[in-house]
């Protein structure tokens, strides 16, 4: 008990973000119709592409004066997050534009 | 320093504002514009403003390093999304979930050498960030595959139990290597082998799923995507990142669910009843 206490203490701020977020994400889609399954699914995850972020963080601290396994796979990283951020966001864009003429 | 976090305050927001008008017909497009404006500003600003705890920003032929892999990953993404049959779409949604998995699994297994032992809960946030980004890009691998029609299924009784057994093995391992109080350097040979544990659960985890029942894992393992990149954020204390990936983690569990009811499953029924069901009972 006294152990959990102290976890939760040390990460309060982290849980509570995570509490808000989780209930944030849940009150935000809540009430879409099915027609958008889809795209909200694409456009989600072309959000979850923020892991790029992370990847631009990861490459900045690299040693680029020398060729080593993290400077290449840190931009395979960037890389990778690139395809999902660029990509998700055009392909729910495609998508949508259909669904618009669809509905014309 | 604060303008950064000021940035990322925007791009939270604009995350949220986005999806919300995601989920209305008529503001969706618009919707999905604004929360494309809010990854941009992130990653500009990360790029120019991010400082190291030393306080040295990052070096220039580091910028040109990111700046080349960012254009290569556009250029890519862009023609891709743009040339590819109206048909293929499914898949390719699936392809570049995958895709941010790995990177999430990348960020992850790089930040491994610079933990902080001691740290339990930073260690804890870099092994599950691992783990969660592997499985879903080797899951929504398998599911681009079957989309696609490259994979078929495969299923036997005896695949739910190895699938149980590899994901306790899995968080074993994880567990053991947190508490074992060794060097991140000892523990090389365990991260190497947590991430293939994981990748292996991802493959064996969407094998036995139906075709029919592939946009629901989707949506899924697209929330472990969004999951994965938040413990990322935890990594580095970022909050965009912290925030846009819980949002997609409730939000797609959410979505998951909302399908599963729209095609009138439970979710437990798509994943556990595809062990015992044949294609005859897929809906």
Request: proline share 10%.
């Given at each position: 008990m006294e152990a959990i206490l102290q976890f939760f203490f040390t990460y309060k701020e982290a849980i509570f973000i995570i509490a808000l977020s989780v209930f944030l994400g849940i009150e935000v889609i809540s009430?879409?119709?099915?027609?958008l399954h889809t795209p909200l699914m694409s456009g989600a995850n072309a959000i979850s592409g923020v892991i790029i972020i992370g990847g631009i963080i990861l490459v900045g601290h690299a040693d680029a004066s020398r060729l080593s396994l993290e400077l290449v796979l840190g931009i395979l990283a960037v890389i990778f997050g690139t395809l999902n951020v660029v990509g998700g966001f055009v392909v729910t864009d495609r998508m949508l534009e259909m669904f618009k003429k669809k509905k014309k | 320093e604060t303008l950064l976090e000021l940035s990322y305050l925007v791009a939270a927001l604009l995350f949220v504002f986005g999806l919300k008008l995601l989920s209305h017909p008529e503001t969706a497009r618009r919707g999905n514009l604004w929360a494309a404006g809010g990854m941009f500003l992130g990653m500009l600003t990360t790029l120019l403003l991010h400082k190291t705890d030393s306080g040295t920003p990052i070096p220039m032929a580091n910028v040109w390093i990111i700046l080349a892999a960012i254009g290569v990953g556009s250029v890519v993404g862009w023609i891709v999304a743009r040339k590819i049959k109206m048909t293929a779409m499914p898949q390719l949604v699936s392809f570049y979930n995958a895709t941010g998995g790995a990177a999430s699994m990348l960020v992850a297994l790089l930040e491994f050498p610079n933990?902080?032992?001691?740290?339990k809960g930073s260690v804890l946030v870099t092994l599950l960030g691992m783990i969660i980004g592997a499985v879903a890009f080797s899951g929504s691998m398998i599911a681009y595959g079957k989309l696609d029609g490259k994979v078929g299924d495969i299923r036997s009784g005896l695949m739910k139990y190895v699938n149980i057994l590899l994901m306790l093995v899995t968080f074993g391992l994880a567990i053991w290597m947190l508490f074992s109080g060794q060097t991140p350097a000892d523990l090389n040979w365990a991260i190497y082998l947590l991430m293939v544990l994981s990748l292996l659960y991802g493959v064996l985890f969407v094998m036995p799923i139906g075709g029919a029942d592939m946009p629901v894992v989707i949506s899924l393992l697209n929330s472990f995507t969004g999951i994965a990149a938040a413990m990322a954020g935890f990594i580095y204390h970022n909050q965009a990142m912290i925030l846009g990936g819980i949002l997609v983690g409730a939000a797609g569990t959410i979505l998951t669910v909302l399908m599963c009811r729209a095609m009138n499953r439970s979710l437990l029924n798509v994943i556990i009843g595809a062990f015992g069901g044949g294609p005859s009972s897929a809906a």
């Open positions: 009430n879409v119709p099915s027609v | 933990a902080n032992m001691s740290n």
